[in-house]
């Protein structure tokens, strides 16, 4: 079973009717979840607590406890710092670092968000898999759940 990682966006998608077809991709994601492990972090949690509605906060977090979590370690936060370091994201990008290491930490060869200006895009997908790679860890697919 191919493991892969689910970023904030995944959780909120579920719930958020201003783009329907988005909403409807990630519903059928989740309905066919069990055809993968699906891990998220301690930064997705931490994401979905700090929302400000206490019902949709409610709800994303009844999907998070459906899914493997995964501890922000120190070996995660260095590879973070790594792929700042290295360029692949900003210093103001740490939330976003810290989800690529999680999942390349948990050996998860698939990313899924819908976050395309910071993760789902061919630049950053390159950028990522490049690091991995030199530094021993496996190349990652970064796409959206319209894509699984």
Not at 88 to 110: K, Y
Not at 113 to 123: D, G, I, K, M, V
Request: net charge neutral; charged share 25%.
């Amino acid at each position: 079973m191919v493991k892969v990682y689910l970023d904030t966006s995944v959780f909120s998608a579920v719930l958020d009717d201003r783009q329907p077809g988005r909403q409807e991709a990630t519903r059928t994601f989740w309905e066919t979840r069990i055809m993968y492990t699906c891990v998220s972090s301690d930064v997705a949690r931490r994401e979905i607590e700090d929302n400000p509605d206490p019902v949709r906060r409610g709800r994303m977090l009844e999907l998070y406890s459906k899914v493997e979590h995964i501890a922000v370690t120190r070996q995660v936060q260095q590879l973070a710092d790594e792929y700042i370091g290295r360029g692949v994201f900003t210093a103001g990008m740490l939330d976003d670092a810290l989800h690529v290491a999680s999942a390349s930490i948990a050996f998860c060869p698939v990313l899924l968000s819908w976050n395309f200006r910071h993760l789902a895009n061919r630049r950053r997908r390159m950028s990522v898999s490049a690091v991995n790679t030199e530094l021993g860890y496996a190349p990652m697919d970064i796409v959206s759940p319209a894509e699984v």
